[in-house]
Protein backbone atom coordinates (compact mmCIF):
# COMPACT_ATOMS: atom_id res chain seq x y z
CA UNK A 1 0.00 0.00 0.00
CA UNK A 2 1.13 3.48 -1.19
CA UNK A 3 1.51 5.26 2.91
CA UNK A 4 2.43 9.14 3.94
CA UNK A 5 6.38 7.59 4.31
CA UNK A 6 6.48 7.10 0.73
CA UNK A 7 6.65 10.60 -0.13
CA UNK A 8 9.40 10.88 -2.55
CA UNK A 9 9.18 13.53 -5.18
CA UNK A 10 5.56 14.97 -3.49
CA UNK A 11 5.41 18.94 -4.08
CA UNK A 12 4.61 21.31 -1.66
CA UNK A 13 6.89 20.01 0.95
CA UNK A 14 9.78 22.50 0.25
CA UNK A 15 13.31 21.09 -0.11
CA UNK A 16 14.75 18.66 1.79
CA UNK A 17 17.06 20.06 4.49
CA UNK A 18 20.02 17.64 5.23
CA UNK A 19 21.19 17.74 9.21
CA UNK A 20 25.21 18.64 9.65
CA UNK A 21 27.51 15.29 9.94
CA UNK A 22 27.97 15.74 13.44
CA UNK A 23 23.72 16.17 14.52
CA UNK A 24 23.36 13.93 17.64
CA UNK A 25 20.68 11.16 16.93
CA UNK A 26 18.93 11.96 19.76
CA UNK A 27 17.99 15.69 20.86
CA UNK A 28 15.89 14.95 23.93
CA UNK A 29 15.97 11.63 26.56
CA UNK A 30 12.62 11.20 25.17
CA UNK A 31 13.83 10.39 21.78
CA UNK A 32 16.38 7.97 23.70
CA UNK A 33 13.11 6.43 25.46
CA UNK A 34 11.79 6.20 22.26
CA UNK A 35 14.01 4.38 20.25
CA UNK A 36 14.09 1.69 23.13
CA UNK A 37 10.89 1.00 22.85
CA UNK A 38 10.28 0.76 19.21
CA UNK A 39 13.03 -2.04 19.38
CA UNK A 40 11.50 -3.74 22.64
CA UNK A 41 7.75 -3.90 21.34
CA UNK A 42 9.31 -6.12 18.50
CA UNK A 43 10.35 -8.56 21.15
CA UNK A 44 8.01 -8.36 23.44
CA UNK A 45 4.94 -8.70 20.33
CA UNK A 46 6.60 -11.65 18.55
CA UNK A 47 7.21 -10.02 15.67
CA UNK A 48 9.96 -8.61 13.16
CA UNK A 49 11.45 -5.48 11.40
CA UNK A 50 9.22 -4.95 8.40
CA UNK A 51 5.72 -6.01 11.00
CA UNK A 52 7.47 -2.92 13.01
CA UNK A 53 8.03 -0.96 9.06
CA UNK A 54 4.21 -1.73 8.73
CA UNK A 55 3.09 -0.24 11.98
CA UNK A 56 5.27 2.69 11.35
CA UNK A 57 3.45 3.65 7.84
CA UNK A 58 -0.07 2.67 9.01
CA UNK A 59 -0.31 5.74 11.64
CA UNK A 60 -2.81 8.72 10.34
CA UNK A 61 -0.52 11.14 7.86
CA UNK A 62 -1.10 14.36 9.97
CA UNK A 63 -0.28 12.44 13.07
CA UNK A 64 2.99 11.26 10.78
CA UNK A 65 4.14 14.90 9.82
CA UNK A 66 3.40 16.70 13.14
CA UNK A 67 4.89 14.10 15.57
CA UNK A 68 8.35 13.90 13.93
CA UNK A 69 10.90 11.10 13.72
CA UNK A 70 10.53 9.63 16.93
CA UNK A 71 7.09 10.54 17.90
CA UNK A 72 6.21 8.23 14.79
CA UNK A 73 8.24 5.73 16.22
CA UNK A 74 6.36 5.55 19.20
CA UNK A 75 2.99 5.85 17.07
CA UNK A 76 4.69 2.38 15.30
CA UNK A 77 5.37 0.86 18.75
CA UNK A 78 1.65 1.58 19.84
CA UNK A 79 0.21 -0.02 16.51
CA UNK A 80 2.03 -3.44 16.98
CA UNK A 81 1.62 -4.03 20.86
CA UNK A 82 -2.27 -3.04 19.57
CA UNK A 83 -1.76 -5.27 16.79
CA UNK A 84 -0.56 -8.19 19.02
CA UNK A 85 -3.41 -7.66 21.61
CA UNK A 86 -0.28 -6.57 24.09
CA UNK A 87 -2.16 -3.60 25.40
CA UNK A 88 -6.25 -2.68 23.94
CA UNK A 89 -6.76 -0.27 21.51
CA UNK A 90 -6.66 3.40 22.94
CA UNK A 91 -5.38 2.26 26.38
CA UNK A 92 -2.09 4.84 25.59
CA UNK A 93 -4.44 7.58 25.12
CA UNK A 94 -6.67 6.80 28.25
CA UNK A 95 -3.56 6.73 30.30
CA UNK A 96 -2.46 10.05 28.88
CA UNK A 97 -5.10 11.48 30.21
CA UNK A 98 -5.70 9.50 33.78
CA UNK A 99 -1.57 11.36 34.19
CA UNK A 100 -3.30 14.16 33.60
CA UNK A 101 -5.49 14.41 35.80
CA UNK A 102 -8.66 13.68 34.24
CA UNK A 103 -11.17 11.14 35.17
CA UNK A 104 -11.53 8.41 33.00
CA UNK A 105 -12.17 4.52 32.85
CA UNK A 106 -9.06 3.19 30.65
CA UNK A 107 -9.54 -0.39 28.45
CA UNK A 108 -9.42 -3.38 30.41
CA UNK A 109 -6.61 -5.49 29.92
CA UNK A 110 -5.92 -8.13 26.52
CA UNK A 111 -4.94 -11.54 25.62
CA UNK A 112 -1.97 -11.10 23.68
CA UNK A 113 -2.37 -12.75 20.29
CA UNK A 114 0.98 -12.88 19.06
CA UNK A 115 1.88 -14.14 16.03
CA UNK A 116 2.56 -17.65 14.91
CA UNK A 117 5.97 -17.19 14.17
CA UNK A 118 9.87 -17.86 13.90
CA UNK A 119 12.72 -16.87 11.71
CA UNK A 120 14.22 -19.87 10.01
CA UNK A 121 17.95 -17.87 10.85
CA UNK A 122 19.13 -15.09 12.10
CA UNK A 123 19.10 -11.61 10.35
CA UNK A 124 17.48 -10.74 7.41
CA UNK A 125 19.88 -12.02 4.92
CA UNK A 126 19.44 -15.49 3.20
CA UNK A 127 20.43 -18.02 0.12
CA UNK A 128 18.45 -17.88 -2.99
CA UNK A 129 19.00 -21.54 -4.66
CA UNK A 130 17.97 -19.93 -8.17
CA UNK A 131 20.22 -17.44 -10.21
CA UNK A 132 19.13 -13.99 -10.40
CA UNK A 133 16.86 -13.25 -13.05
CA UNK A 134 18.91 -9.92 -14.39
CA UNK A 135 22.55 -8.87 -14.70
CA UNK A 136 24.29 -5.69 -14.36
CA UNK A 137 24.05 -3.48 -17.34
CA UNK A 138 20.22 -4.56 -17.68
CA UNK A 139 17.61 -2.16 -18.18
CA UNK A 140 14.90 -3.19 -16.07
CA UNK A 141 11.31 -0.76 -14.85
CA UNK A 142 9.64 -0.98 -11.19
CA UNK A 143 6.50 -2.60 -12.02
CA UNK A 144 2.99 -1.04 -11.74
CA UNK A 145 1.95 -3.15 -8.73
CA UNK A 146 -0.40 -1.92 -6.10
CA UNK A 147 -0.99 -4.36 -3.03
CA UNK A 148 -3.11 -3.68 0.01
CA UNK A 149 -0.55 -4.44 2.55
CA UNK A 150 3.58 -3.50 3.42
CA UNK A 151 5.99 -3.11 0.33
CA UNK A 152 8.76 -1.35 0.11
CA UNK A 153 8.43 -0.57 -3.59
CA UNK A 154 7.97 2.84 -3.51
CA UNK A 155 5.74 4.67 -5.94
CA UNK A 156 7.55 6.64 -7.54
CA UNK A 157 9.42 3.76 -9.89
CA UNK A 158 6.55 2.24 -10.77
CA UNK A 159 6.53 2.56 -14.26
CA UNK A 160 9.94 4.30 -14.34
CA UNK A 161 13.05 2.70 -16.21
CA UNK A 162 16.42 2.34 -14.65
CA UNK A 163 19.57 0.20 -14.76
CA UNK A 164 20.96 -2.36 -12.51
CA UNK A 165 24.08 -1.22 -11.14
CA UNK A 166 24.60 -3.89 -8.60
CA UNK A 167 23.31 -7.50 -7.16
CA UNK A 168 22.79 -7.59 -3.56
CA UNK A 169 22.81 -10.00 -1.21
CA UNK A 170 19.31 -12.41 -1.38
CA UNK A 171 16.87 -10.70 1.79
CA UNK A 172 13.26 -11.73 3.06
CA UNK A 173 10.69 -10.25 1.36
CA UNK A 174 9.10 -7.38 3.31
CA UNK A 175 5.94 -7.80 1.82
CA UNK A 176 4.81 -11.35 2.82
CA UNK A 177 7.47 -11.23 6.10
CA UNK A 178 5.53 -8.39 7.54
CA UNK A 179 2.27 -9.84 7.25
CA UNK A 180 3.70 -13.62 8.69
CA UNK A 181 2.81 -15.83 5.48
CA UNK A 182 6.66 -16.37 4.90
CA UNK A 183 10.09 -15.29 4.20
CA UNK A 184 10.33 -15.96 0.79
CA UNK A 185 13.82 -14.63 0.07
CA UNK A 186 14.44 -12.77 -3.06
CA UNK A 187 17.44 -11.41 -4.75
CA UNK A 188 17.69 -7.37 -4.75
CA UNK A 189 19.08 -5.48 -7.35
CA UNK A 190 20.62 -1.55 -6.65
CA UNK A 191 19.06 0.15 -9.59
CA UNK A 192 19.92 3.31 -10.78
CA UNK A 193 17.49 6.18 -11.95
CA UNK A 194 17.92 9.52 -13.95
CA UNK A 195 15.18 11.73 -11.79
CA UNK A 196 14.23 13.05 -15.07
CA UNK A 197 12.93 9.01 -15.80
CA UNK A 198 11.24 9.65 -12.32
CA UNK A 199 9.89 13.32 -12.16
CA UNK A 200 9.91 14.77 -15.73
CA UNK A 201 12.20 16.70 -17.70
CA UNK A 202 12.20 20.00 -14.71
CA UNK A 203 13.76 17.44 -11.86
CA UNK A 204 16.96 18.47 -10.59
CA UNK A 205 19.79 16.34 -12.44
CA UNK A 206 21.10 13.58 -10.60
CA UNK A 207 20.46 9.73 -10.38
CA UNK A 208 18.84 7.80 -7.92
CA UNK A 209 20.17 4.52 -6.79
CA UNK A 210 17.88 2.23 -4.87
CA UNK A 211 17.59 -1.52 -3.98
CA UNK A 212 14.78 -3.22 -5.20
CA UNK A 213 13.27 -7.05 -4.85
CA UNK A 214 13.21 -9.42 -7.76
CA UNK A 215 9.54 -9.41 -7.96
CA UNK A 216 9.48 -5.59 -8.37
CA UNK A 217 11.11 -5.74 -11.37
CA UNK A 218 10.35 -6.46 -14.81
CA UNK A 219 12.50 -6.12 -17.70
CA UNK A 220 11.94 -3.01 -19.87
CA UNK A 221 12.59 -3.18 -23.85
Known sequence: MDTIADMGGLQGFGRV????????????????????????????SGTNLDAFRHALNRQHPIDYLAHGYYGRWLKGAENLLTDSSIIAPGAVDARARVMRGEAVEEPPPTEPAKPDYAPTAAGSLRTVGTPPSFAVGDRVRGRDIHVDGHTRLVRYVKGRTGVVKMIQP?????DTNAHFQGENPQHVYNVAFDARELWGPEAEPFTLCIDLYESYLEAAE
Open 17 to 44: ELDPPDDPPFHEEWERRAFAMALLSMRI
Open 170 to 174: AHLLP
